[in-house]
């Protein structure tokens, strides 16, 4: 992937330092934030330009989230927010969109597309950067970045501490980039899931669990994740009961979880399923500060595309 760009389509280029200081930048801009939005009601930038904002697939939190930052750092978002009355509608390839688009002279683009497109040869061939907002199966870097951050601000280090994945691992883009965001920051992972939702091949570093109980016990912070139905077989329906029944964290399991350790979810969730509504109230559930956050990581990625150290 060449670096030139600053593109981000994975982390595998990210060294610890850069992720150090992205998100103390980000931590910066929240300071920032807080304290300028409170007492003025006045937060922006100068306008820089335009950005587009592609999602090919389904989103809320990311879309806004990067349509958030976009505003914040002094873009106008353009957004394609599926191919519902675009051209695509009449046999545009997705291809033939960006590159029209491109035509426009954004100063950067924002993707979500699933595993058909291929990201890199289109990084390729862009003009400017290109960040990857969830691809297919493949990672949702920024997404991991946020989980990061929010752990980050609880934890202080993720050094040694044990993030627990419990869920559709397999279908999972953030688990992907949360693999290799451990890498560099030093965490171990573990998953918890029935056999349906994992993957074929589970690297030797990583801590299987087949006992919720167990696995409460052993991590810092759980991650459920959503049990991707749209990516099922029907005939993997049936378990959505059985998998409440062992895997869904409820207030009765969270009796096993570490009275400092914090319960996350990258959204959107299906309560009831992978996660009860009265979860929301346990003070160590960080779910909606992930989504508070993320705009502030996106914008310091952002604005570090375009070095721009305005606003700190
Ligand atoms: C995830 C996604 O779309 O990749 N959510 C998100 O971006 N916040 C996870 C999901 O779809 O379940």
Same mark, same amino acid.
């Given at each position: 992937m060449p670096s030139c760009k600053n593109s981000l389509l994975n982390l595998t280029n990210f060294d610890k330092s850069k992720v150090d200081s992205l998100f103390?930048?980000?931590?910066?801009?929240?300071?920032?934030?807080?304290?300028?939005?409170?007492?003025t009601g006045v937060y922006h930038s100068g306008y820089k330009g335009t950005a587009a904002l592609l999602f090919f697939e389904p989103s809320t939190r990311t879309r806004f989230s990067f349509e958030a930052a976009c505003s914040r750092a002094g873009f106008h978002p353009l957004i394609l927010d599926g191919g519902i009355g675009t051209s695509i509608e009449k046999g545009e390839t997705l291809?033939?969109?960006? $590159?029209? =688009?491109?035509?426009?002279?954004?100063?950067?683009?924002?993707?979500?597309?699933?595993d058909q497109l291929d990201l890199e040869q289109i990084e390729k061939q862009l003009k400017v950067p290109l960040i990857n907002a969830g691809w297919g199966q493949r990672g949702h870097p920024t997404q991991a970045l946020l989980d990061g951050l929010t752990l980050f601000e609880k934890l202080k280090s993720l050094q040694n501490k044990n993030i627990l994945f419990v869920g559709d691992i397999k279908h999972s883009r953030v688990v992907s980039?949360?693999?290799?965001?451990?890498?560099?920051?030093?965490?171990?992972?573990?998953?918890?899931a029935p056999m349906e939702?994992?993957?074929a091949h589970i690297d030797k570093n990583i801590q299987s669990f087949t006992r919720l109980e167990s696995a409460l016990n052993w991590c810092d912070a759980v991650i459920t994740l959503r049990v991707q139905k749209e990516r099922h077989d029907n005939e993997n329906i049936f378990l959505l009961e059985d998998?409440?029944?062992? $895997?869904? =964290?409820?207030k009765a399991s969270l009796k096993n979880l570490k009275s400092e350790a914090v319960i996350m979810h990258p959204g959107p969730v299906?309560?009831?399923?992978?996660?009860?509504?009265?979860?929301?109230n346990d003070s160590r559930c960080l779910i909606l500060n992930q989504v508070e956050n993320g705009v502030f990581l996106r914008e310091a990625l952002i604005r570090n595309i375009f070095n721009d150290e305005v606003g700190l």
């Open positions: 103390s930048k980000a931590l910066k801009l929240k300071e920032n934030f807080n304290k300028h939005q409170l007492s291809q033939d969109t960006i $590159f029209n =688009i491109q035509a426009m002279r954004p100063l950067f683009f924002v993707i979500r597309c699933n980039s949360h693999l290799e965001l451990s890498k560099k920051l030093g965490y171990n992972i573990g998953f918890c939702f994992l993957p998998y409440r029944e062992n $895997f869904g =964290i409820s299906n309560y009831g399923v992978e996660i009860e509504l009265e979860v929301l």
